[in-house]
C-alpha cells in the first residue's frame, strides 16, 4: 500500500460528496507533509464565475497540470460521475 495513504488524515470516502472544503483541505494537508513540488487551483465562485491560482512553476509544467486537470475531467464525465 502507499505510504502516503496510511498516513493521511484526510480522505474521500466512497459514496461521499467530495466538498472544495475537502479537497482543499487534503491537498493542503499534502502540502504540510512537502510533497507537491507545484500546485494549479482551479476556482469556480458563487457567482458562476471561474479562475485559476498556480504556484512558480516552468510554463511546460504549467501545461502539464492544464493537460492533467482536462484528461481527468473528460474521464469523469465519460463515467456519468457527479463532478460536484
Not at 24 to 38: H, N
Not at 66 to 71: E, T
Amino acid at each position: 500500500m502507499n505510504m502516503w495513504l496510511r498516513l493521511r488524515k484526510i480522505a474521500h470516502l466512497p459514496g461521499t460528496r467530495r466538498t472544495a472544503v475537502v479537497a482543499l483541505a487534503s491537498t493542503l494537508e499534502k502540502a504540510k507533509a512537502g510533497r507537491i513540488k507545484s500546485v494549479y487551483v482551479g476556482i469556480e465562485w458563487d457567482d458562476g464565475s471561474f479562475c485559476g491560482d498556480w504556484s512558480t512553476m516552468e510554463r511546460r509544467d504549467l501545461a502539464t497540470h492544464a493537460l492533467v486537470a482536462q484528461k481527468n475531467a473528460l474521464d469523469e464525465i465519460e463515467q456519468g460521475g457527479e463532478i460536484a
